[in-house]
């Protein structure tokens, strides 16, 4: 079973930066798309980013201009950096990936078959 593995979290001061990274178990993630999501208590999971098959980025409103989603270096790994952290980014981070989901439900959580145990995300002074 391939597993997926969140890293990068941490606590982090407002206007910082982070960098998320997620690495699959399996030999890359040729032919998934890889996304992240948040959850924060009390609140659903929400989309942030994602990356197609064809390496085309996607962003949550919430992050676009400050987010960066790429493949990684190795190919079993994608990272997601944020500048200009705000105390609403904190949240439990999740990856999450899929080989069959197609475009248009790339920002709805139950599409994706693959998912990380989350890494936490605090902004705080």
């Known amino acids: 079973q391939v597993q997926l593995v969140e890293s990068g979290g941490g606590l982090v001061q407002p206007g910082g930066s982070l960098r998320l990274t997620c690495t699959t178990s399996?030999?890359?993630?040729?032919?998934?798309?890889v996304a992240w999501f948040r959850q924060a208590p009390g609140l659903e999971r929400q989309f942030v980013s994602a990356?197609?098959?064809?390496?085309?980025?996607l962003y949550s409103d919430s992050v676009k201009g400050r987010a960066t989603i790429s493949r990684g270096n190795p190919r079993n790994t994608v990272n997601l950096e944020i500048n200009n952290l705000k105390p609403e980014d904190a949240a439990v981070y999740y990856c999450?990936?899929?080989?069959?989901?197609?475009?248009?439900?790339?920002?709805?959580?139950?599409?994706?078959?693959?998912w990380g145990q989350g890494t936490q995300v605090t902004v705080s002074s």
């Open positions: 999450a990936a899929s080989q069959t989901i197609i475009l248009s439900s790339t920002r709805n959580p139950s599409r994706y078959n693959l």
């Open positions: 399996g030999s890359s993630f040729s032919g998934h798309v």
């Open positions: 990356i197609t098959k064809s390496n085309a980025p």
